[in-house]
């Protein structure tokens, strides 16, 4: 996605002659255009004064290139596996030709805006400037409007197309916001999420419940606690040696805070080795993170305290990042309306040394980002697993899409025009780059209802999955196939104001399984071997050995009981959308992943090579 950026700050009071500059006109014709999107609702016509923060994304000629180094430093069969790249070395092999540079800058400064009023990123790819709304639809021939979400009462300024001069087509890949409709969100939907103090363990005694890893406590089949996934991923008893070279990060959207009392308070009831120890808090783009007990919030307390109690003491980090997509139309102060994980991405890649483990649960229907916007974003994630960094994403909560198996009441269609029905996958998690993470219950584990599974529409099938077979159904079968691997996703103890509550999603699987790659990096370190960086390569091949397979359960979503995959050939699965047999099958699944991981075995497997 973006390169680094130092965001403009200038108020418009302090250059109003610019919006006056004159422009030089030339023929514009149409850059990208979508559908007004189901379930917006077009209300009014944007402000004039409104801000927006317009990104524009330069050509980056020889992505392929660098597209090549991040397969060869992941492939455990690869001479180079391992030899990640420098923040230097990737910027430099993502930077725009000279000319891309000139032509928009001649555009830029028709319109009254010189250097002095956008910033760009260290590759020059990315061109970052505040506008009102007046100029930005002078610039994209255009006109804003607020859109409403009906079902959520959120409002976004957006346009439903853009033009530029014809002769920029070639040296602008995208400009947004404009056309992008997404509202970013956490994957723990209230399906899932219980807010009262936690249910009881088992009062009497049970014995163990016997799984590949080895017992479990039984009791974890009605609480999920740090104990129960050691006990689980056959982690119980490894003690991290490199906690000074290893680090892990967890991503906070939507002033959601992460409490450090709460934290405290989780340590103590389970994992008392870890009080006292805390977290580096970032803020991104002007984030908060308030630490009054009423304010904490249930995404970022789950995420903190699964992933840095699994890990400890791995230093971890929690960066929390301003802004929400939408906009209140009865504000007139400029606001900010631009998806906050690309301001997070921005920042991120700005860093020579970034945390080598990052989780994130939050996301949206790959649908809702334009295809541009997806591709380039999701070369963004590229470039960090270059750098070494494993990327986790939550896969949703949704199945293959809004989790209703009734036909007459669903809400997967396309946004296309056509309102077809239509299996939703999600995004980032859609994007082969990342590693998208599923959920489990249950001991012995089976597949969690909600598990988000399915097939992008953006992007095309990674070598890495072609063992994942051919399918047939609601969704693209040459498309990338999510999720790539589980872990448990129901019933996690987490504190929030004090007090423990019952979560789920695989906003709670997502940092289990960082907390648990963490360790693995932590393994390599002490061998003064690279950290793992970009995941799958090394998960679909010499990984496939280090995962409990999941071969029970299914995800309803669209009307149907989602994915159940038989097994015709070694080769070859088939989807059969039926109630006959709603199992996953041995092997990968579009539930499950590749399945949960043993931690012992992949502990063995990455350490040998």
């Known amino acids: 996605?973006?390169?680094?950026?130092?965001?403009?700050?200038?108020?418009?009071?302090?250059?109003?002659?610019?919006?006056?500059?004159?422009?030089?006109?030339?023929?514009?014709?149409?850059?990208?255009?979508?559908?007004?999107?189901?379930?917006?609702?077009?209300?009014?016509?944007?402000?004039?004064?409104?801000?927006?923060?317009?990104?524009?994304?330069?050509?980056?000629?020889?992505?392929?290139?660098?597209?090549?180094?991040?397969?060869?430093?992941?492939?455990?069969?690869?001479?180079?596996?391992?030899?990640?790249?420098?923040?230097?070395?990737?910027?430099?092999?993502?930077?725009?030709?000279?000319?891309?540079?000139?032509?928009?800058?001649?555009?830029?400064?028709?319109?009254?805006?010189?250097?002095?009023?956008?910033?760009?990123?260290?590759?020059?790819?990315?061109?970052?400037?505040?506008?009102?709304?007046?100029?930005?639809?002078?610039?994209?021939?255009?006109?804003?409007?607020?859109?409403?979400?009906?079902?959520?009462?959120?409002?976004?300024?957006?346009?439903?197309?853009?033009?530029?001069?014809?002769?920029?087509?070639?040296?602008?890949?995208?400009?947004?916001?404009?056309?992008?409709?997404?509202?970013?969100?956490?994957?723990?939907s209230t399906l899932h999420y219980t807010d009262h103090v936690e249910e009881k363990t088992i009062a009497n005694p049970v014995a163990p419940v016997m799984t590949p890893s080895g017992p479990v406590d039984a009791s974890c089949n009605v609480t999920i606690t740090i104990t129960c996934l050691q006990q689980l991923y056959n982690a119980v008893g490894y003690k991290p040696q490199a906690v000074n070279k290893n680090q892990i990060g967890i991503t906070g959207y939507l002033e959601e805070f992460a409490n450090i009392e709460d934290l405290q308070t989780f340590f103590a009831d389970q994992r008392p080795d870890a009080l006292n120890s805390s977290f580096k808090f970032i803020s991104v783009a002007g984030g908060l993170n308030s630490q009054n007990l009423s304010e904490a919030g249930v995404e970022a307390n789950l995420d903190v305290q699964f992933a840095f109690g699994l890990s400890h003491p791995t230093p971890g980090t929690f960066w929390s990042t301003a802004g929400r997509p939408p906009f209140l139309p009865d504000l007139r102060t400029p606001t900010d309306t631009n998806e906050p994980y690309a301001d997070w991405l921005d920042f991120v890649l700005a860093h020579p040394n970034t945390p080598q483990v990052i989780s994130t649960s939050y996301g949206d229907d790959e649908q809702t980002v334009p295809e541009s916007y997806a591709r380039r974003a999701c070369a963004g994630f590229a470039q960090l697993g270059a750098r070494g960094v494993s990327l986790m994403f939550s896969s949703g909560d949704g199945g293959v899409g809004d989790g209703s198996a009734d036909p007459a009441s669903h809400q997967c269609f396309t946004n296309d025009g056509r309102n077809a029905t239509r299996f939703l996958p999600l995004f980032p998690a859609s994007c082969p780059y990342v590693t998208a993470v599923g959920g489990t219950n249950n001991v012995p584990e089976v597949a969690v209802f909600f598990s988000g599974g399915g097939f992008s529409d953006y992007f095309s099938r990674p070598a890495y999955q072609d063992a994942a077979g051919t399918y047939q159904g609601l969704f693209n079968r040459t498309g990338r196939a999510i999720p790539d691997v589980a872990a448990q996703g129901r019933r996690f103890r987490v504190f929030v104001g004090g007090k423990p509550i019952s979560v789920g999603g695989t906003s709670a699987s997502s940092p289990t399984f960082a907390g648990l790659v963490t360790l693995l990096n932590d393994a390599r370190l002490a061998r003064h071997l690279p950290v793992l960086g970009f995941l799958n390569p090394l998960l679909y091949t010499r990984g496939l050995g280090g995962f409990n397979d999941i071969t029970q359960g299914n995800n309803p979503g669209c009307g149907t009981p989602g994915f159940n995959v038989r097994i015709f050939s070694p080769d070859k699965y088939y989807l059969l959308l039926t109630h006959l047999d709603l199992q996953a099958t041995k092997g990968w699944d579009p539930i499950t992943g590749l399945g949960t991981p043993n931690f012992g075995k992949l502990k063995d497997i990455v350490t040998r090579l």
């Open 1 to 188: 996605m973006r390169i680094p950026l130092c965001f403009l700050t200038l108020a418009l009071m302090t250059i109003p002659s610019a919006w006056a500059a004159p422009s030089v006109e030339r023929a514009s014709t149409i850059k990208e255009s979508v559908n007004a999107p189901r379930g917006w609702v077009r209300r009014s016509n944007a402000p004039a004064e409104h801000e927006v923060k317009l990104r524009i994304a330069l050509p980056q000629p020889n992505f392929r290139i660098l597209e090549k180094h991040l397969y060869e430093v992941s492939d455990p069969f690869h001479e180079h596996y391992g030899a990640h790249l420098s923040k230097e070395e990737v910027d430099s092999l993502v930077a725009p030709h000279q000319e891309s540079i000139d032509l928009v800058d001649e555009w830029l400064l028709s319109h009254g805006l010189s250097e002095a009023h956008f910033e760009r990123s260290p590759a020059k790819d990315w061109i970052v400037v505040r506008v009102p709304v007046s100029l930005a639809e002078k610039m994209l021939d255009t006109k804003y409007h607020v859109w409403e979400h009906i079902t959520s009462g959120e409002y976004l300024v957006r346009t439903t197309s853009y033009s530029l001069p014809q002769h920029l087509h070639e040296h602008i890949e995208v400009i947004q916001p404009t056309t992008i409709f997404a509202r970013w969100k956490g994957m723990k």
